[in-house]
């Protein structure tokens, strides 16, 4: 006699049993978005907001925040300018409900050969 257990479409995926639904992370950072396809707009009701769209694409799995506290609008606007340069030239672009930010990267490696001269182990 074979017992029959529920699993998870998760563990499935993972051992190669053919789940119902392949499970997936999907990195969601589009407010704007969010705002048209919930017709909620995102920055005045960020939790009511998410609420509708895991209402309307469950599949998604995203996470809701505790609470409906307005956030602020990005700097960079889609109706204005998307980019920027800081004081040291280095590009930034809006993400998600911010804007990028920068890392170290480009003050020690100026060209391709330096790419492939490096070493983390060193």
């Not at 309307?56 to 409906?68: I, R, W």
Request: charged content about 30%; hydrophobic content about 30%.
């Amino acid at each position: 006699m074979r017992t029959v257990m529920n699993y998870s479409d998760k563990y499935l995926a993972f051992m190669g049993l053919a789940p119902k639904r392949i499970p997936h992370w999907e990195h969601w950072s589009c407010p704007d978005a969010e705002t048209y396809l919930t017709g909620i707009d995102y920055y005045q009701h960020p939790r009511l907001c998410r609420v509708k769209l895991k209402e309307l694409y469950p599949q998604l799995e995203l996470p809701v925040s505790e609470t409906d506290e307005p956030k602020p609008k990005p700097q960079l606007s889609p109706d204005g300018e998307s980019s920027m340069a800081d004081e040291e030239s280095r590009h930034h672009v809006r993400w998600g409900d911010g804007v990028s930010w920068q890392w170290d990267w480009g003050k020690e490696i100026k060209k391709v050969e330096d790419v492939f001269a490096f070493s983390p182990l060193q």
